[in-house]
């Protein structure tokens, strides 16, 4: 892949870390929904981030099945419709992987712009089919969720990058 100027050339991920990361933000999701605000509607969706940055930069280990499974696993916990969130993670991960060559071509805020019709969509997708299923209406303020993940992109992004941009061990036989 031929690399813009100025970007830096990033180190492997482990695999366990990405994982590590997905368990994390599903426990994240599941603490900040108990003990802060509840299923308030404008709160961001952490999980959706961690699951779409994942996506987007390791489209082999993390995908649509991946995507299903964490949107189940949210559904149960919530104790709503089943499959809500798992079809709504698995639109963001298929439109994650329509996308993620063109996206990593932009800088990290102009990701955010990219990235934010993505969670409006997924948010979309929850919104009708609890409609749908009969449920209410969760008010404008849940036009705010995706706005806050957008707005939270560019310190995950980073945050989730660190350990990949560490210095190499140095050796000196290493053109690199």
Request: charged letters at 10%.
């Amino acid at each position: 892949m031929i690399m813009r100027p100025g970007q830096r050339l990033l180190m492997p991920v482990k695999p366990g870390f990405v994982w590590l990361t997905l368990v994390l933000a599903l426990l994240c999701q599941m603490l900040l929904g108990i003990l802060l605000w509840g299923r308030a509607a404008w709160a961001p969706d952490v999980l959706s981030i961690v699951l779409l940055f994942w996506t987007v930069h390791q489209t082999r280990r993390v995908g649509m099945a991946s995507a299903f499974l964490a949107g189940l696993l949210v559904d149960v916990h919530q104790g709503g419709l089943l499959g809500q969130h798992a079809l709504a993670y698995t639109v963001l991960s298929y439109l994650a992987i329509m996308v993620h060559r063109r996206l990593r071509w932009f800088s990290v805020t102009e990701q955010a712009l990219q990235v934010f019709p993505l969670f409006a969509l997924a948010h979309a997708v929850e919104l009708v089919l609890n409609v749908l299923a009969g449920g209410r209406f969760a008010g404008w303020w849940m036009l705010l969720a995706p706005v806050a993940e957008a707005l939270l992109w560019p310190a995950l992004s980073l945050l989730l990058l660190a350990p990949q941009r560490r210095a190499p061990d140095p050796d000196q036989n290493r053109p690199l």
